[in-house]
Structure formats: C-alpha cells, structure tokens
C-alpha cells in the first residue's frame, strides 16, 4: 500500500520540542519534508527558555536520515520562525501551529499576566506565523494550516478561563483562513487534540495516558496538510486515542418573532421551548444563513399577538 508522502515539502512545527510538536515534526521528516523544529524550551507554564529541547529532536531526526533544522524563538516571533524555513529549505508549504503553555488558576485569582501571557502565546503567536507564512502561501498558490484548539476551548473548563478563551480563538481564526485561502489552495483546519503530554501529565492517570499517545493525532493532521486534500478546510477535528471526529455548530429550530412592541422579555420566555428545540437541528456554516433564515421568516403571515 502506497503512504502519504512529502517529499520536497517544507513543513514548520511550532512547539516541536516535545509532546505532539515532537510527534508531528518525526512523522513528516520520516515522510519525506525537510522540518523546522521550532521550540522556546521553556517550562509548561511558559517559564525559562533552551535550546536543548529543539536542538534533541533535530538530532534525532537527522540520525535517522531525515531533514530538520532547529529554531528557538518564541512563537510571538513568527517571522523569524518562517524565516528559518525559507533560508534553510527555500520554502514554506505546512504550518502547524501547535506551541501552546498554561496558566491554570481559578477566574477570581486570574491576573492579567495570568490571561495576556496565554493569548500572546496562543493567539498571537498562531497569528504571527501564520501572518508570515501567507504571504509564501498566497504566491505559491499552495498552503496548509493546522491551528490547534482544545475541547477546554469548546467546552469550557473550570480554572482555565484564559485558555479556554485563546482556544475557541483559534477555531474562528482557522475558520477564517479557510475562507480567505480558498482562492489561493490554503487550506486551514483546526483540532481539538487529546494526547499524554507534560501538560496533561498531572491531570490525568497513567492508565489513560498510555492510550493517548501523540502519535494516535498524527495521522489526522497528516491528511488534512497533505496535497491531496483540496477540499476539506475550516473543519474541527477532535482528535486523540484513536478517536477522530469532525464538529460542527448546530441551531435550534428557534423562535421567529414580530420586531415591534409585542418583542418583550415575556414574549422570549412564552417561546423558550421552540429557542430551545432541537429536534430538528440545522447546521449553519456561515453568516449568510442566518439572513436567509430571516428574510425567509419575514415572507412568513406575522403571528398572532
Ligand atoms: P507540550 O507542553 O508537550 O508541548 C508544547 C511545546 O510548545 C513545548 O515543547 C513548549 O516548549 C513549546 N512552547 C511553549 N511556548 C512556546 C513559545 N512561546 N514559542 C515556541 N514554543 C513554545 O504540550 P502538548 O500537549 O504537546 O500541546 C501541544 C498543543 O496542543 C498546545 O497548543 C496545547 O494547548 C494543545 N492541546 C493539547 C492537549 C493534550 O491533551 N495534550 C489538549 C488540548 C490542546
């Protein structure tokens, strides 16, 4: 059976000095791209920086025969970290946006250091590389993006209300440059990955650990960034222990109501069950039908008051 290959591509990995970065930038040297091993090696909640973390898996990669270079900045930087890719390989075809670090405290004890440092390493730092590497994308006519966002983000998750935040971020943000790509075959997807890492060591038994390798994400991230994907882009992927699955907003059949006097806080109580109704769900994807939902609405006869 053929693999997926990515020979002659060029593939930077943010954060790939450990966890699923490390995985991820293995899979695709031993696949064919020549990697940029991008990693602050810093702590998990963003303290201190190395070059060590970087520079072992360069090396491990290189001694099987593959092609990677390290980078050590932070993410914040993403200009020098695309710059590494194009002076070392010339080019830049996959950007997987995976560094990330945590500040876990309960919201009432949050200080602001605890919030700005999360999304100036989430937010900004996806925004910067991926900001650097478009314009490569747009010129080549030829780009892949994965961002990386976390069920704590789609669902929430008590004493992360930073990260949380910086997540679902991430899904707008891909959402986004999937639209703004199209034109130029960018393709963008985001994950809600799941997997043993320092981050979720001490959150999770070692049992469960054991079936949440790194490894078990690869695959997804490989289809979604390989040249053969040239249709499925702005999708959430969640994503670990052998679990993959696409999600997907869905609307209530919801309340259609008059806009005049009669539009009361009463009115929205009296109507809660149809705001809540589920029972015959839509999938929107985009602004546009929630327009079309309304003028459609508003060829429909009024209500009686
Ligand atoms: P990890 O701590 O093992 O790896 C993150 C890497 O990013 C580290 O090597 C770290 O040094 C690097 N890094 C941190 N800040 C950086 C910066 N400013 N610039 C460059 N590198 C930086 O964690 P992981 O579990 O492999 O996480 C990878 C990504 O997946 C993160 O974005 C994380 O939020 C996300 N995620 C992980 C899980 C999970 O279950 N492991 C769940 C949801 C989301």
């Known amino acids: 059976m053929s693999e997926l290959r990515f020979d002659n591509q060029v593939v930077v990995v943010t954060g790939a000095g450990g966890g699923l970065g490390k995985a ?8 064919g791209a020549s990697v940029v091993v991008n990693d602050l090696g810093g702590s998990h909640k963003g303290e201190g920086q190395s070059s ?4 072992v898996v360069v090396d491990e990669i290189r001694a099987a025969g593959g092609k990677a270079v390290a980078n050590y900045d932070s993410v914040e930087n993403g200009e020098g970290i695309i710059e590494t890719a194009i002076k070392n ?15 876990d405290i309960s919201f009432k004890n949050m200080k602001d250091e605890d919030w700005d440092l999360i999304n100036r390493v989430h937010t900004y730092g996806a925004y910067k590389c991926a900001r650097a590497a478009w314009p490569h994308f747009r010129k080549q006519k030829y780009g892949r993006v994965i961002n ?15 990260y949380s935040a910086a997540k679902l971020g991430q899904v707008g943000f891909t959402e986004t440059l999937a639209k703004e790509g199209a034109k130029y075959n960018i393709i963008a997807n985001v994950i809600a990955p799941i997997a043993a890492s320092r981050m979720t060591a001490t959150v999770m038994p070692p049992d469960v650990l054991e079936n949440l390798k790194p490894d078990w994400v690869v695959p997804l991230v490989a289809a979604l ?5 040239t249709t499925e882009s702005g999708g959430i992927y969640e994503v670990g222990g052998g679990h993959v699955a696409k999600l ?3 609307r209530a059949k919801g309340a259609l109501l008059k806009t005049d006097d009669s539009l009361t806080p009463g009115t929205i109580a009296r109507k809660w069950n149809e705001v ?19 003028e459609d609405g508003l060829k429909m006869p009024s209500a009686p008051k």
């Open 276 to 294: 809540n109704d589920f029972s015959q769900p839509e999938y929107p994807t985009g602004p546009a039908d929630f327009m079309a939902y309304l």
């Open 225 to 229: 960034v390989h040249s053969s994907n």
């Open 148 to 162: 990386t966002a976390s069920a704590a983000g789609l669902f929430g998750s008590f004493g992360q209300a930073n």
């Open 89 to 103: 390989f010339g080019r830049i075809d996959v950007l997987l946006n995976n560094a990330g670090i945590l500040r």
């Open 52 to 55: 060590k973390a970087a520079d």
């Open 248 to 250: 997907r907003w869905e």
């Open 24 to 31: 991820y930038a293995h899979f695709f040297a031993s696949r």
